[in-house]
T-cell receptor, first 113, second 115 residues
Framework: AQSVTQLGSHVSVSEGALVLLRCNYS??????LFWYVQYPNQGLQLLLK??????LVKGINGFEAEFKKSETSFHLTKPSAHMSDAAEYFC???????????FGTGTRLKVLA | SAVISQKPSRDICQRGTSLTIQCQVDSQVTMMFWYRQQPGQSLTLIAT?????????ESGFVIDKFPISRPNLTFSTLTVSNMSPEDSSIYLC????????????FGEGSRLTVL
């Protein structure tokens, strides 16, 4: 069975500081991993995805994530936080052919001026 | 990519009433998904809607409570029936991107408050 764990339901960083949002997964088959962002009063938008190509994945808005199989992790990072990054971030795992997504519980990022 | 429009974007409903949410996609898609996002929680899949067949419901969701229509390849509706305050949620329509890499595209959601 697949699962996703996001550590920290709320994360606060200062503007300009490093953003690190943690995601660990469990999957019996090679996973497809995703990070989605949800801005207030909006649906979810894809930030980036890992589909077994390069382990370091770059996404939109300066975000990137590294797939580490040995640690079963797919943490999201951004070198310098911007006020506009304040949102909720969801990690998700998908098994090809099953059309099933498992979403993490989300991490709300707050950026302090 | 796919552009998904949902209506209504938000509504306040009375207990015991029903509300139908519409989802329109700008391209033809085989599978459409309906998710529920309860306050402060993650997304839970309600059902998968395939054109030309009955929707497939996930555990804990039943057709009598959440009837779904899928009349064509670009449109679907989800009805929340006999609503109670526990149904207050965001309801999201989504579709898979082309290829099999699993990218989901979402509508902006329908925020329902049941009094």
């Amino acid at each position: 069975a697949q699962s996703v764990t996001q550590l920290g339901s709320h994360v606060s960083v200062s503007e300009g500081a490093l953003v690190l949002l943690r995601c660990n997964y469990s999957s019996s088959v090679p996973p497809y991993l995703f990070w989605y962002v949800q801005y207030p009063n909006q649906g979810l938008q894809l930030l980036l995805k890992y589909t077994s190509a390069a382990t370091l994945v770059k996404g939109i808005n300066g975000f990137e994530a590294e797939f580490k199989k040995s640690e079963t992790s797919f943490h999201l990072t951004k070198p310098s936080a911007h006020m506009s990054d304040a949102a909720e971030y969801f990690c998700a795992v998908y098994t090809s052919g099953t059309y099933k997504y498992i979403f993490g519980t989300g991490t709300r990022l707050k950026v302090l001026a | 990519s796919a552009v998904i429009s949902q209506k209504p974007s938000r509504d306040i409903c009375q207990r015991g009433t029903s509300l139908t949410i519409q989802c329109q996609v700008d391209s033809q898609v085989t599978m459409m998904f309906w998710y529920r996002q309860q306050p402060g929680q993650s997304l839970t899949l309600i059902a998968t809607a395939n054109q030309g067949s009955e929707a497939t419901y996930e555990s804990g969701f039943v057709i009598d409570k959440f009837p779904i229509s899928r009349p064509n390849l670009t449109f679907s509706t989800l009805t929340v029936s006999n609503m109670s305050p526990e149904d207050s949620s965001i309801y999201l329509c989504s579709v898979l991107g082309q290829g099999n890499t699993g990218e989901l595209f979402f509508g902006e959601g329908s925020r329902l408050t049941v009094l």
